[in-house]
């Protein structure tokens, strides 16, 4: 069964370093997304992404956000200059097509912990 | 989107039928219901989803209210495995899932 996943499953950095967090979502998948969620609170939206572009971003996804589909497989997010807040699970997702009947798969998530 | 209200938590026995309340009561006639369960220490993963008529999958049934403001996730035998925060996301237009709170399953062996 075809799956979203994620690298590094755990990413350890300093507070002000830059980290990218790696995605490969399923491949017949157009739409693309980023969601967040702090330790013991609810998975909070980022981001999606279609056709190379931003379709959407909540007030999170400040200008220390970015994302990026840099060959037809992966799907990156960068934080440029990391705060302690950012400690979280990040969650990657992919979806077919935006048909309201459609699902969202997800990967297993990428725990980030901001020294 | 529609606001959604679900229990924090429930507490089933093994075995059993669990049925999981959500209302969403400001919901329009064009969104669809969908039911989205994270095990522990991992992503959200889909049930069911629903627009008028109750539906059933291999993991879940889920029945719809007449007037749709209301929505029941049916676990027909509980298992350890499926102890997880169960989420009620009304799909409308836009992209994104909104989750809210869901209702944490605790299933008694």
């Known amino acids: 069964e075809p799956e979203v996943t994620q690298t590094p499953s755990h990413q350890v950095t300093q507070m002000g370093q830059e980290v990218i967090l790696r995605c490969v979502p399923i491949?017949?998948?157009?739409?693309f997304y980023w969601y967040r969620q702090i330790l013991g609170q609810k998975v909070e939206f980022l981001v999606s992404?279609?056709?190379?572009?931003?379709?959407?971003k909540s007030e999170i996804f400040d200008d220390q956000f970015s994302v990026e589909r840099p060959d037809g497989s992966n799907f990156t997010l960068k934080i440029r200059s990391t705060k302690l807040e950012d400690s979280a699970m990040y969650f990657c997702a992919s979806m077919e097509s935006t048909g309201l009947y459609n699902e969202q798969f997800f990967g297993p998530g990428t725990r980030l912990t901001v020294l | 989107d529609a606001k959604t209200t679900q229990p924090n938590s429930m507490e089933s026995n093994e075995e059993e039928p669990v049925h999981l309340p959500c209302n969403h009561s400001t919901i329009s006639g064009t969104d669809y219901i969908h039911w989205y369960r994270q095990l522990p220490s991992q992503g959200p993963e889909y049930v069911i989803h629903g627009l008028t008529s109750n539906v059933n999958n291999r993991m879940a049934s889920l029945a719809i209210a007449e007037d749709r403001k209301s929505s029941t996730l049916i676990l027909h035998r509980a298992t350890l495995r499926d102890a997880a925060v169960y989420y009620c996301?009304?799909?409308?237009?836009?992209?994104?899932?909104?989750f809210g709170t869901g209702t944490s399953l605790t299933v008694i062996p």
């Open positions: 996301i009304p799909r409308g237009t836009g992209n994104q899932f909104y």
């Open positions: 992404f279609y056709n190379n572009e931003i379709s959407e």
């Open positions: 491949s017949n998948h157009l739409y």
